[in-house]
């Protein structure tokens, strides 16, 4: 089981960018399929990226084209780039790690940091 730690999160303008980190702990981080979700006050957590062990993405219809997932295996550390921020994506944002490599089979989950966004 990989332990995680967000950082990277605050306050910005609309129209501004983040870059959340995920910093991992424990083996073969690289075999971990990463994720990142979000939860907003009164709403379920929702997936907002993910990457597999092989590199693959995917995104949610709301982010494509603004967020950017991607990993780096030797930093053991999976990031999160937000281009283009707007208010509807104010939420606690949580980062995942699956050790079998693919999306969906969670085994760890970040204590999640919190983006707000001004309008």
């Known amino acids: 089981q990989v332990q995680l730690v967000e950082s990277g999160g605050g306050l910005v303008q609309a129209g501004g960018s983040l870059r959340l980190s995920c910093a991992a702990s424990g083996s073969f981080f690289s075999r971990n399929a990463m994720g990142w979700y979000r939860q907003a006050p009164g709403k379920q957590r929702e997936l907002v990226a993910t990457?597999?062990?092989?590199?693959?993405?995917n995104y949610a219809t709301s982010v494509k084209g603004r967020f950017t997932i991607s990993r780096d295996n030797a930093k053991a550390t999976v990031y999160l780039q937000m281009d283009s921020l707007k208010p509807e994506d104010t939420a606690v944002y949580y980062c995942?790690?699956?050790?079998?490599?693919?999306?969906?089979?969670?085994?760890?989950w970040g204590q999640g940091t919190q983006v707000t966004v001004s309008s």
């Open positions: 995942s790690a699956g050790k079998r490599g693919i999306v969906g089979a969670w085994d760890s």
């Open positions: 990457i597999t062990s092989g590199g693959t993405t």
